[in-house]
């Protein structure tokens, strides 16, 4: 889920940067550096999520576990998207270094939000926990797509129908990313549940 | 994939502070991103073409890239033209956007100009070179820190997942469109999460033991020389100059 540099308007960008500069410093702020290793590895680990791709039809999709990073990480989740796109500018010049702002925010926002409205329900036990998770997965892409679409229409009123049409685009992936993230959030509350307790600090 | 193959050479830009390069690329793409002009856009691809070749850069692995950038913007010239804007021409049985044929072209060579830049640029420099110059740049202390390390680990976190999915394809997993495979990729993801966790504690541990405190040590210290000076001057007027195009 990128935008390519040179699309968006010179103020849809400076608000993307603006977003991104406040949220990755709360995050950083977040972050002391008994957890800075904690929060490295699992930047790390969520970059390597975005090589998987798992099969869909004929084709296949690869994952972004945006909702996982928001419900693990909270406010972390901006410095560690930012650092995971910047990665993905210089190795394989995917998207870019001004657009690095309104990507960063296109995808860490709603992990954020995800945290503030699911996290709650993945301490408890049962069927919420497995409902919160299935709905982060599925709200994260959601409202990034939402968002974009929001930065492209916003930049160009001529984008517009290009912009529903990266909407459109999601949905498969929205349901994809709910029914992993909610067996991931499964198989992490058994083997480790001390590990679903991080972001706290 | 992410054998950072554009980092070793000879060339000018191999040599350069990885800071004054940083610099000079998020000033050269910010000019070139934001740009209406095709003329301050060609003259940019121009600029960003000559970088290109002072890099030396393997040309068939660069031109990869740029082909997989390119076809995002094929799929902007498949769709701008027919939805875009008002005016109209009719070519063949198709109307055709003008508006939306010079948004196209637009963005397909500010994309390719940036793409150049950055190859260019950026790649010519390793991560444990941009993560220090962050850091000497005074952007953040603790990002160069999150850069450095998640950079660190990303191949060995990587190994971890593919070690994990051998070992399931020896048991006979077929990947398919079904909720097994979702919950198999889920549980392998999740064994990944747990591994790394742990090993993040052993080597917060290890670290401590060798007396770590916050601070990270460069290993080859890049100090600013003469060279890095000149280029920072001379590509700052020639980005300057394209913002005056620009303006004209």
């Known amino acids: 889920m990128h935008i390519s540099e040179g699309v968006l308007s010179p103020a849809v960008l400076v608000a993307g940067g603006a977003v991104t500069f406040v949220g990755t410093g709360l995050g950083l702020k977040r972050i002391d550096y008994d957890h800075i290793m904690t929060v490295s590895l699992l930047t790390a680990t969520f970059f390597v999520a975005s090589l998987i791709h798992v099969p869909l039809g004929p084709g296949n999709i690869h994952l972004v576990l945006g909702g996982l990073m928001g419900l693990v990480l909270g406010w972390s989740a901006f410095p560690a998207i930012l650092i995971a796109l910047l990665l993905q500018a210089i190795f394989f010049q995917y998207g870019g270094l001004v657009v690095l702002g309104a990507n960063t925010t296109v995808m860490a926002l709603p992990a954020v939000g995800c945290y503030y409205l699911f996290r709650k329900w993945i301490e408890t036990n049962g069927n919420k926990r497995k409902m919160a998770a299935f709905a982060a997965g599925f709200f994260s892409p959601l409202l990034s797509s939402l968002l974009m679409a929001l930065a492209l229409a916003t930049s160009d009123q001529g984008f517009l129908q290009t912009a529903q049409l990266v909407v459109a685009a999601h949905i498969p992936l929205m349901i994809i990313e709910g029914v992993i993230t909610m067996f991931i959030i499964l198989f992490l509350s058994r083997v480790q549940p001390e590990f679903l307790s991080i972001g706290k600090s | ?248």
């Open chain 2, 1 to 248: 994939m992410m054998d950072e193959r554009f980092t070793h050479g000879n060339s000018l830009l191999h040599k350069l502070s990885a800071k004054v390069k940083l610099v000079v690329a998020v000033f050269f793409v910010a000019v070139i991103a934001v740009s209406q002009s095709f003329t301050a856009v060609t003259a940019g691809l121009v600029l960003a073409a000559a970088l290109f070749m002072t890099a030396r850069l393997d040309l068939s692995p660069a031109m990869k890239r740029l082909a997989g950038a390119n076809f995002f913007t094929i799929f902007l010239w498949i769709t701008l033209p027919l939805t875009y804007g008002e005016q109209t021409t009719a070519v063949g049985p198709l109307q055709l956007s003008l508006d939306g044929l010079r948004l196209a072209a637009l963005i397909t060579l500010k994309t390719n100009t940036i793409l150049l830049s950055l190859m260019a640029l950026l790649s010519t420099s390793s991560v444990a070179n941009i993560g220090h110059a962050l850091k000497a740049l005074h952007i953040s202390d603790r990002l160069s820190f999150l850069l450095l390390f998640s950079y660190r680990y990303i191949f060995v976190i990587h190994q971890e997942y593919l070690r994990l999915t051998r070992a399931a394809r020896l048991r006979c997993f077929v990947p398919g469109t079904n909720l097994h495979t979702y919950r198999t990729v889920g549980y392998l993801f999740g064994m990944t999460l747990v591994k790394s966790w742990n090993r993040s504690s052993r080597i917060h541990q290890a670290m401590l033991l060798r007396g770590f405190d916050g601070k990270l040590i460069p290993m080859d210290q890049q100090a600013m020389t003469y060279r890095d000076i000149v280029f920072l001057l001379v590509a700052l007027t020639a980005t300057g100059s394209l913002i005056l195009l620009q303006l004209l």
